[in-house]
């Protein structure tokens, strides 16, 4: 049986006809490197959603990023029309339902402008939070997209 907010992860999945289930790990994925190696997969598959707070407006932006990856704020701020900051727990908590360490692509307690990073196109296999630092569920790049409703744009840091 899956921690209660795993399985409202699984329950919006399953909504949006989502065919790839929750799985709840024996190692934490709080981190992308923890979730690689837990999986035993390469840490660009880790999907990282990262909540952002708009510098005047307050709006909460989830970002996602490959797990190799930072964003990049210019390019972010450049396509979204604010400056951005990070938020704190609390406030992350508030806007989606989950607390950092397994916030997940989708089933926010907010509706969520989202930005899908266009480096996750490389990986026929993404790795995504599921409301719970052990908990993750598979899916391709393009499934990701539709069930978060995301735009795809760069946004990630050049290394």
Excluded at 20 to 44: F, K, S, Y
Excluded at 112 to 119: C, F, P, R, V
Aim: with cysteine; net charge negative.
């Amino acid at each position: 049986m899956l921690k209660p907010s795993a399985q409202k992860v699984q329950d919006v999945l399953a909504q949006f006809g989502h065919h790839n289930v929750v799985i709840e790990l024996e190692e934490t994925a709080r981190t992308a490197e923890d979730a690689a190696h837990a999986l035993q997969c390469d840490v660009g598959q880790i999907v990282k959603s990262l909540v952002f707070k708009g510098h005047e407006s307050q709006t909460p932006y989830l970002l996602l990023v490959s797990g190799r990856d930072r964003v990049d704020l210019e390019k972010a701020t450049d396509l979204l029309g604010e400056p951005l900051r990070r938020a704190d727990a609390d406030w992350v908590k508030e806007q989606t339902g989950f607390a950092i360490g397994g916030v997940p692509p989708v089933g926010h307690a907010k509706a969520l402008t989202t930005i899908m990073d266009n480096n996750l196109l490389d990986y026929p296999t993404l790795w995504a939070a599921a409301g719970h630092p052990f908990a993750v569920f598979p899916s391709s790049p393009e499934s990701l997209l539709e069930i978060t409703h995301a735009a795809c744009a760069d946004i990630h840091a050049v290394q």
